[in-house]
Nanobody, 124 residues
Framework: QVQLVESGGGLVQPGGSLRLSCAAS????????IGWFRQVPEKEREKVSC????????YADSVKGRFTISRDNAKDTVVYLQMSSLKPEDTAVYYC?????????????????WGRGTQVTVSS
């Protein structure tokens, strides 16, 4: 069993930056692919980025060049999402999720463990 907790959300002006953290307890994350998803009301959950068990990384086209996902090498229990050049359309609740193995291509419903989310609001 893996428990995930997101942190780092908040209110930021357009063009600003935030770093989200996904912290795990119960197990280390080195055998899991970790995805960051976001959701706004009445829309489907969108996969923003994912880092695979073996290090493979994917990004949604909407965030390429602005967001960076990484693992904390010193702690096998934290994954970050560095978000820069934020836009109002990045406003959403951001969730991290885990799935065993190199499986970043998997859809959201196949991810086994989810955090409760952290709100990101981009507004002037």
């Amino acid at each position: 069993q893996v428990q995930l907790v997101e942190s780092g959300g908040g209110l930021v002006q357009p063009g600003g930056s935030l770093r989200l953290s996904c912290a795990a307890s119960g197990r280390t994350l080195d055998y899991y692919s970790i995805g960051w998803f976001r959701q706004v009301p009445e829309k489907e959950r969108e996969k923003v980025s994912c880092i695979g068990e073996g290090g493979g990384i994917t990004y949604a086209d909407s965030v390429k060049g602005r967001f960076t996902i990484s693992r904390d090498n010193a702690k096998d229990t934290v994954v970050y999402l560095q978000m820069s050049s934020l836009k109002p359309e990045d406003t959403a609740v951001y969730y991290c999720a885990a799935i065993a193995g190199e499986r970043c291509a998997s859809p959201a419903y196949q991810f086994d463990y989810w955090g409760r989310g952290t709100q990101v609001t981009v507004s002037s």
